[in-house]
Nanobody, 120 residues
Framework: QVHLVESGGGLVQPGESLILSCILS????????VGWYRQAPGKARELVAQ??????DYTDSVKGRFNISRDRTTKIVYLQMENLKSEDTAVYYC???????????????WGQGTQVTVSS
């Protein structure tokens, strides 16, 4: 079984920074991609940033402000968010696409979500 646990959300003012963390635990044999999604009230969940192999991709609205990174040793994925804006307010979800004995070609796993609120 695979578990993802996020931390690091909170309330910040516009222009400030936050770092989200996501810790992976459980049994798996391959990690195909790791990433962060977010869902604002009344909106669909959207991809914010993702690493596939050694390539990182970002949605246009966060390019230059957010940075996704991963520590392969500790199995922690980070999302460093700078110059936060009110429109970044959302619940942020960690996502991994992982191969396990039950799903050898990959299965989507999600964390429970962490709230990020940007407000003055």
């Amino acid at each position: 079984q695979v578990h993802l646990v996020e931390s690091g959300g909170g309330l910040v003012q516009p222009g400030e920074s936050l770092i989200l963390s996501c810790i992976l635990s459980g049994d798996w044999h391959s990690i195909y991609s790791v990433g962060w999604y977010r869902q604002a009230p009344g909106k669909a969940r959207e991809l914010v940033a993702q690493i596939t192999g050694d390539t990182a991709d970002y949605t246009d609205s966060v390019k230059g402000r957010f940075n996704i990174s991963r520590d392969r040793t500790t199995k922690i994925v980070y999302l460093q968010m700078e110059n936060l804006k009110s429109e970044d307010t959302a619940v942020y979800y960690c996502h991994h696409h992982i191969g396990t004995s039950e799903f050898p070609w990959g299965h989507d796993y999600w964390g429970q979500g962490t709230q990020v609120t940007v407000s003055s």
